[in-house]
């Protein structure tokens, strides 16, 4: 038997294997294997050695060791697997049971493991826990696999496991399960194979290092204390790691051997080690270390062990890390040599730095606490030493110079150091730092801060930057200190659950791409100064320090001290202003020794897709000059805005504590500032300056402010800005701010060389007269606080407070008030806000508008005819208002030049704003995609991660990446079990096949459980649904946040085409709307649904305003008319319409001279001639039956053949006061434009008086033009409680003129023939009538009813021809739909004969030669009937020419006619079963259909309690033949005790063919949950993706 390569050494079985022995002691240290072996072994065993325990309680924990025939660098041939089993959180998840574990890889596998030794904890596998192991085996290879179960011992052996994590060398594989492993739970398995995610999460790669450190063998060399070393090479440095196990280490002679994981530092030069000098027996005496390191990798698919790769370092010390020995140090750093004691690198060797630490001279300047010092330098840093020897008694004593002596191997030229103290004694002030050596001569740090909690920034931590050679700490401003420091907004998120906060002090640090931050203390809370760190609570720190770069990863730990010290960190952010990056952290773990694995440490990564990206920032260095005169100083909060040619500053607030408020700002003083703000450029153009206006002290007088920035590597650049004035109320002209233009420019080198710069095209100061014309309505007057903002493109005046007025009482209703404002020049103006403050009794106010003049009298007039008030209107008290005049598109590119920075030019002896560009034409082919995304209905299905989608195609490709904004102030932005709607732009991919859906979200709390997705593209009308079904989750399902989704069904909608829609509004008194205005197209192919334009909050409709706006409409053809309404309580008045098709960029103005009154509509025609209206004489005609007369509200809509009349309310009859009694006839007449021939008519009530119920006989409508009179019969009731209690009823005119308008006779070659042949088949004829309808490029038709009268027609085996010359041309054909239309009197219930079998179908449009076959072969049944189809689709089988000798054609039959009856349609409401589901408010349905709509109808049943909690109600309604059904609106009224109401679902079934579509809502219809709304449209439930649902009899040519 020869040895297979290695032994394996384990305490669980006893086999002997060719390359495994196993020993059953309890207890074994190895030290030369062969001495247990079998003889013929030893020869191949010879040189191996272990030298490692195999106990639950030494070294590592393992009792399994795999053993290799070379010793040497041993721990460098394993890979260490960390391993964590995170326990479910549900109820009895835990388990006693004994839990283990195979790992699998294509190499092999690890055998059974137990999983006993958690490392920081005994109570393993408890409930919603996560325990941690380490396992050191020979490479696996790839991880495949793993395998995991237990022995189902125990009281509780039942396990709920939620995944398991598996690190290799920095890579992550996540295996989830979210199954239990229980005899009683789910499918009874107690083990399960379990594979990883497709995408391994990859953080800081690491390799394995072996230290052997020996203790000397010296009385009381060993120690008690934690050891620890950092490794440092050409490539950078490692990590401090602490370096124990659960053996005694570090005893006197001993050498002790462990296995560290860190970057690759390359060639290695030295090493730091030392202790914490805790313990009874810290003191140490080291005799050396020997470091073995390996060049390859640790990865998941690393090579074979390849010894060449192993290379040797040795590190001689023989000293003494004490307190009480040798020079009393207890770190050392020691330089790598060969064997031979050679150093490895002759130029490194240890030096002894020289450290003067000065104190300032300021009170309370020294302090007591510890103090830490790092150096660094081009050869890495020394480490943070502590400074306890000096040659000073007490140390760091106020203007006293403390002198240490630090040793470390040579740092080389100096950079920087970073010093702290430890806040354990008072705060310090620190001057500066010195540091020499023999061979170096000084270098100074200079500090100038405080170094406190409660002093300057709050940070007791600074990195200070060392002094430039030949420059003086006098000739160096704090920008340049500051600039080479980066301030990180650190903000920690404590979890929210019971016992989350902590007392413990928390630090953290910062690696970055170019260095790390070093430990940091977050003590000096921004945004909680009093308990930080409690739970649900979010606390924001400020840590300066040197540029690490982005932040890749953050340390974070605690000092386990205080009675609650387990602390439940979910996140950490971090912003970095001068990246412009923000970044987030997930942590969602415990640290702590109670809770979670115990650990008190954890290393968290940056979750980089979450990444925030924005305008980065730039330090500017801002020197105030307070005046030296009486009460100059303020207490007010001072800010300033800088104005450059890249942008301005926002506006920026100096000396932001409260705790500061007393030490800037004084008489005489000068204060220097260093803030860092967006990038606005170098090229300051002004500074606006102002304060808060309050405190005791708040007045101020400014002498001037002094701004610098850097220019790049060159120096600095500064500014002066002379000020000399107040800022006070009851000072100068009372404002509390002022701008500041430049005096003097200064261009400084980095040697100290000034250059005075010439001011090129710098702007003036000017003033600017301010009228503001309150107006003429009663209570217009306001006694509130008023202010102004001015923006032109050359900048923004700030808000200025109108205070003085030529009036003494301003404001008053119809009163003109002048005021001034002095500020710099702003340019052409495009807009102002302006506000009251809602004080004093008579606030609210009327604003007729305001009126801005220059010195060189330009005017700029803002209309505003508008409220600002809380109790009136809209109720704002803030608006923006824009120049009479000026386009939105002009008016929108100057904001947008205006943000990007005033790059200041004089073209044409004007000044003016290069950032500020004419409006371009776009040139994108771009078209809308509207997304709505269904979100479960669970507690914790909602998130609010940024979500992003991307369409694909099948042939044409995908989209990027597309965002789906959300209100950046919304509580969340997917919100459980509500569908959201969102408009996205993106080139026309074709027919979309499947979208991924994607999000940034990183924390449990983020998880997204997503229903259905579907995509409307307005363009084609097709709308796309993906059902999803699943979670997109970093914690749960299969952990991805990205998902493809395949559609799953789709809908043929009506195409839109994109328009644009021009709106004039007139330039007299009150002619501007605050509401929304509503509009409705009409063409020559139909009309549009009303469309809502938002107003805004006011801003678009004013008076003088002209705006553009985006609109999607049907083909309509040619427009012929628009309907106009507002939504609000204003009028409007708007002079001129113009809409243009992108497509054919065909404009079509409308003008008018005609008020749009609140409440009603206008409808403006094509042209300037509006008036061309004709009388309509409507007669109402009320049934003689008992009680039949109304009390309630009337209205109806005529609908013709150029459009509808719009609601017309019938209120003033022409022969009676009291409308509508029992046998009167009521005429009402209206001046309407021309409708052309009625066909059909809307007529309803509301339902309200003492006796609502209402017999109508029937109406007759004269159109007084043409003197044709229209006849609407009904004879039915308009009741909720008689008849079949409907309110709303469609009639159909009974006596249509036989010639079209204008009495010109129908053409035989107009319209369509068509052919219907009946098959063979026994009993194939039938008796009732067929319908059928076209579907073509231009939309469908009208469905056409072929009535059978006694059988003439449709009998077994002929071939019936109809002319229909009425039909809508459709265009080019491509689908017939036909279904039985039952005779009339026919009984459904007795009739023998429900069926026909068509054989097929020919269509032709008259006189032409060409004809359309459509194949049917099957049999059509009446609706209803079971088991049968009740209508068929047919798809164009062939075409050919017309037969003029078709036997059909010899009889040629009577045209038919369009349908002359009404359609039924069924309602079925299904309410959702949820607490409170039921509403008792009343219900509407609207349906909308090929270019018609059914009409807002309300859903009642008098006498039944309708819209209950899980009930189905069920309403019949009749109305015309709306054709294909695209979608429903479903709403209510909100009144009742109970008015929210949680719809499931509507169905709609055409009782005429039988079809039925499913409406699917799922969603809340109230004021106060979901989206807040009392009403949702609602579209069916599409055809398969795959394929036609509706089957096709043909195929399509």
Known sequence: ????????????????????????????????????????????????????????????????????????????????????????????????????????????????????????????????RTDSFELEREDLGKLERIQIGHNGKGASSGWYLDCVEVDIGGTLFIFPCDQWLSKNEGDGKIERDLYPVEDSTKYLAKIPYQLEISTSDLPSAGTDADVFVQIYGSEGKGEQVKVNNKSDNFERGGMDTFKVECRDVGDVYKLRIGHNGKGTQSGWHLEKVLLYKTNQAVTPHKARWDKSSIRKYHFTCNRWLARSEDDGEIVRELVATDEDGNPINPNLKVVNYSVSVSTSDLTGAGTDSNVFLTLYGENGDSGERALRKSDNMNKFERAQVDTFELSCVDL?????????????????????????TESMAERIFPCRRWLATKEDDGQISRDLPVLPEGRTMESVGELELAAQRTTYHVTVYTGDMVGAGTDSDVLIQLFGENEDSGAVQLKSCKSNSINKFERDAKDTFYVECVDVGVVERVKVWTDGSGAGADWYLERITIDMPTLGIKRTYPCEDWLGKGEGDGTLERTLYAAVEADKSYKQSVRWELTFYTSDILHAGTDAKVWAILYGDKGMSGKVTLGKEQKDKDKFFERGSVDVFTPEVPDIGTELVKLQIGHSGKGRGDGWHCSKVVARCMDGDNGTISYTFPCDRWLDREEGD?????????????????????????????????????????????????????YISVYGTLGDSGERKLMKSENRDKFQRNQVDTFTIDCVELGDLYKIVLREDDTNVGADWFVASVSITDSKQKEVVFPCEQWFSKSKADKQIKRTLHPKGLSMEDIDAAQKGAKQGISLAVV???????????????????????????????????????????????????????????????????????????????????????????????????????????????????????????????????????????????????????????????????????????????????????????????????????????????????????????????????????????????????????????????????????????????????????????????????????????TLELKKSAEHTNKFERGHTDTFEF?????????????????????????????????????????????????????????????????????????????????????????????????????????????TSDKHVIENGAGRFFSKGSSDLFRIANWKDVGSINHLRLGLAPREGADSGKDPIKQC????????????????????????????????????????????????????????????????????????????????????????????????????????????????????????????????????????????????????????????????????????????????????????????????????????L
């Open 1 to 128: 038997m020869s040895y297979g390569g290695q032994l394996l050494l384990s305490c669980r079985m006893a086999i002997i294997w060719p390359c495994q022995v196993v020993l059953t002691l309890p207890r074994i240290i190895l030290e030369r294997i062969h001495e247990l072996i079998w003889p013929y072994l030893i020869d191949n065993l010879d040189n191996s050695s272990i030298s490692r325990w195999l106990a639950d309680d030494e070294d590592d924990g393992s009792t399994v060791r795999e053993v290799f025939a070379d010793s040497e660098a041993v721990l460098l041939r394993t890979t260490r697997y960390k391993i964590k089993v995170k326990t479910g959180d549900v109820l009895n998840a835990g388990t006693d049971a004994d839990v283990y574990m195979i790992l699998f890889g294509d190499k092999g596998n690890t055998g059974k493991i137990p999983l006993k030794n958690a490392i920081h904890t005994n109570n393993k596998f408890e409930r919603d």
């Open 412 to 436: 080389g030229t100096l950079s920087r150091l970073r010093i702290r103290h430890d806040n354990t004694g008072t705060a310090w002030h620190c001057s500066h730092v010195t540091v020499k």
């Open 734 to 786: 009372g404002q509390l701010q002022v701008d500041l233009l430049p005096e003097r420019v200064v261009k400084q080198s980095v040697e100290g060389k000034e250059e005075e710069v010439e001011v090129k095209n710098k702007l003036t100061t000017e003033q600017y007269t301010v009228k503001v014309h309150t107006g003429d309505k009663f209570g217009a007057g306001t006694d509130a606080n008023c």
């Open 908 to 1206: 044409d002896g004007q000044k003016v704003n290069e950032n500020v560009k004419e409006k371009e034409e776009p040139a994108s082919t771009d078209i809308k995609y509207v997304v709505t995304i269904e979100t479960g209905p669970d507690d914790d299905m909602g998130t609010d991660a940024d979500a992003y989608i991307i369409l694909k195609s099948g042939t044409t490709g995908a989209t990027e990446e597309l965002s789906l904004y959300h209100d950046p102030e919304g509580d969340e932005e997917f919100e459980e079990g509500m569908k959201q709607e969102f408009t996205v732009e993106a080139p026309d991919i074709g027919e979309i096949t499947s979208i991924v859906v994607g999000h940034n979200g990183v924390l449990s709390s983020e998880a997204w459980y997503i229903k259905c997705i579907t995509v409307l593209v307005p363009t084609t009308g097709a709308r796309y649904t993906f059902q999803c079904e699943r979670w997109l989750a970093k914690d749960r399902g299969d952990r991805k946040v990205v998902v493809e989704f395949a559609a799953t069904a789709v809908q043929d909608m009506v195409a839109m085409v994109p328009h644009t829609l021009t709106l004039a509004t007139a330039d007299e008194d009150n002619a501007g709307t605050a509401g929304d205005v509503v509009i409705k197209v009409f063409g020559d192919k139909g009309a549009s649904e009303e469309i809502t334009l938002d107003s805004k909050s006011g801003t678009r409709f004013v008076r003088g305003m002209t705006v553009t706006l985006p609109v999607e409409l049907p083909d309509l053809g040619a427009p012929s008319r628009v309907r106009v309404r507002v939504s609000g309580k204003d009028d409007w008045l708007p002079t001129q319409l113009v809409l243009k098709n992108m497509d054919s960029l065909v404009e079509t103005v409308f003008g008018n001279t005609e008020w749009v009154l609140k409440g009603a509509a206008v409808d403006i025609t094509v042209g300037e001639d509006t008036t061309a209206k004709t009388l309509y004489k409507i007669s109402v005609i009320t049934s003689d039956l008992f009680a039949c007369g109304t009390d309630a509200n009337v209205s109806l809509i005529l609908h013709g053949d150029t459009g509808d009349s719009g």
């Open 1231 to 1339: 001046n309407l434009l021309p409708l052309g021939v009625i066909r059909r008519l809307r007529i309803w009530h509301d339902d309200k008086g003492a006796s609502s119920s209402w017999h109508l006989a029937k109406v007759l409508v004269t159109d007084t033009g043409t003197g044709s009179e229209f006849s609407f019969p009904c004879d039915k009731w308009f009741s909720s409680r008689k008849g079949d209690k409907t309110l709303s009823r469609d009639l159909l005119c009974d006596n249509l003129p036989e010639n079209k308008e204008g009495g010109e006779s129908v053409k035989e070659e107009e319209g369509y023939e068509v052919i219907v042949t009946i098959s063979n088949k026994k009993e194939a004829g039938t008796s009732h009538g067929i319908w059928m309808s076209l579907e073509g490029a231009e939309g």
């Open 1397 to 1596: 079998h068509i054989s097929q179908i020919s269509v032709n449009r008259a006189g032409k030669t060409e004809a359309f076959v459509f194949v049917c072969n099957h049999w059509l049944s009446l609706p209803g009937t079971p088991g049968r189809k009740s209508y068929r689709k047919l798809g164009i089988t062939t075409s050919q020419d017309v037969n003029p000798d078709h036997p059909a054609r010899i009889r040629a039959g009577p045209a038919g006619r369009m349908e002359n009856s009404l359609t039924k349609y069924s309602v079925a409401v299904k309410t959702g079963d949820k607490f409170s589901a039921g509403t008792d408010a009343n219900v509407f349905i609207t349906i909308y259909g090929a270019g018609k709509d059914s009409g807002k109808q309300a859903l009642v049943k008098a006498g039944e309690n309708l819209f209950e909690r899980n009930q189905l109600s069920t309403f019949d309604l009749e109305m015309a033949d709306l054709g294909v059904i695209s979608k429903i609106r479903i709403e209510h009224d909100n009144s009742g005790v109970g008015a929210s109401w949680h719809c499931e679902s509507v169905a709609v079934t055409n009782n005429t063919t039988g079809e039925t579509l499913n409406f699917v809502c799922r969603e809340w219809i109230d004021k106060k949950k979901g989206n807040k709304q009392l009403f949702r449209v609602l579209w069916p439930e599409g055809r398969k993706a795959e394929g036609q649902g509706e089957e096709e009899e043909a195929t399509e």
